[in-house]
């Protein structure tokens, strides 16, 4: 059997970047978006390739229809929209652009941590209602001085870290995975969450959502958290259980949240409307990779390995 790409199919709105180097490796590109499972099935008959980013959900059904599919790209960090298992059964690639949106990602989650300190949101809010409200959102804080928890200390955890130093945080962090050595060369304190939970003002998460990480803070961390701590999610939906941060916010446990991704999304259920309109939140809709360089960054990323890919297996003939 041979890999070789003659017919990909773009699915969702990936920079023009992606098919201009594809094609420029005569490699035959269609871009259609909003395509509903069986449309998408359809589109795929004669596709060896699939380009995704968040919205596409390539599923164990798309993938056991699909006849000549040989790769399945995202241009993006997590791979959590494509079925990972069910490709890989039936001999699918599986690749992703992990590098390409890490600075955007970090860069919303420092603009998260500096807007919870100051009342940022709100108080624009009120501006636009022409209102002049000073003393109702006076009273923020300096993150001068206060302790960062960084959860997660892979590429976005560790750029937070070297930024927001510069504010004069204490950055304290946790990462199984992260030898002291890599931890003391960002000035980061690593410790234990048990050690996290009563000294952080802020906790920013940057793991990705696996069953280890699904629910990491929840009902009881919020219990061993200091009072007026505030948290910041723009990993991933999930790792911050979302019933449990409302409750920790309407007992003050927890002083503002910043959310930019969401278990479930767009959040329509209730429980999510009520924390959406909590007035402790601020949040935006999953924009941590939406910058016009992250996004021409992975683009690129992805289509090279397509084209790499495609050269590779088509004189190896496997
Ligand atoms: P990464 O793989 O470089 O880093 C993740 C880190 O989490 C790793 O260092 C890993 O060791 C660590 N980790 C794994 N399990 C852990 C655990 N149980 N406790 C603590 N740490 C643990 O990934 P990244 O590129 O830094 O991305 C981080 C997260 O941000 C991912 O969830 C990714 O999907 C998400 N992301 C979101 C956006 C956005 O638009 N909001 C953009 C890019 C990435
Ligand atoms: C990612 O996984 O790269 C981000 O969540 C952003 C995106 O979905 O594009």
């Known amino acids: 059997m041979s890999i070789h790409l003659n017919k990909v199919l773009i699915s969702d709105n990936v ?24 449309e998408l099935i359809k589109e795929l008959e ?4 699939l380009i995704v980013r968040s919205d596409t959900k390539v599923t164990k059904e798309i993938i056991e229809a699909s006849k000549s599919l040989k790769v399945v790209g995202r241009a993006g960090t997590g791979v959590d929209n494509i ?3 069910a490709a890989t059964k039936k001999g699918i690639i599986v690749l992703n652009a992990p590098n390409g949106n890490s600075v955007s990602a970090c860069e919303l989650a420092c603009s ?10 709100p108080a624009c809010q009120s ?10 959102y006076s009273g923020g804080s300096e993150l001068n001085g206060k ?36 931890a003391n060369a960002l000035s980061i304190r690593k410790l234990k969450l048990d050690d996290i939970w009563p000294i952080a003002d802020y906790i920013t998460v940057h793991t990705p ?3 280890q990480t699904k629910n990491l803070i929840n009902k009881s961390v919020f219990q061993k958290c200091k009072p007026g701590v505030r948290i910041i999610n723009a990993a991933r939906g999930g790792i911050i259980n979302e019933e449990d941060l409302l409750e920790a916010l309407e007992s003050g446990i927890c002083a503002g949240a910043a959310l930019d991704v969401f278990s479930e999304e767009p959040p329509v259920s209730t429980h999510l409307q009520s924390l959406l309109s909590h007035p402790k939140v601020i949040a935006t809709p999953h924009l941590g990779a939406s910058t016009k360089e992250a996004q021409t960054r992975v683009a690129v990323e992805v289509a090279e390995q397509f084209v790499s890919l495609n050269d590779t297996r088509s004189e190896f003939q496997i």
Not at 46 to 49: F, Q, R, S, T, Y
Not at 127 to 136: D, G, S, T
């Open 15 to 38: 920079d023009k970047k992606c098919e201009e180097l594809l094609r420029q490796h005569n490699i035959e590109v269609v871009s259609k978006f909003n395509l509903s499972p069986a």
């Open 46 to 49: 004669n596709c060896e390739g």
């Open 83 to 85: 079925d990972v298992n």
């Open 112 to 121: 998260l941590i500096t807007c919870l300190a100051r009342n940022v949101v």
């Open 127 to 136: 501006m636009k209602e022409l209102k002049w409200e000073r003393k109702k």
């Open 147 to 182: 302790t960062l928890a960084i959860i997660g200390l892979g590429k976005i955890g560790k750029e937070v870290a070297r930024r927001m130093k510069h504010f004069g945080m204490q950055i304290i962090g946790f990462d199984p995975f992260i030898s002291d050595e890599e």
């Open 209 to 211: 959502l696996i069953p």
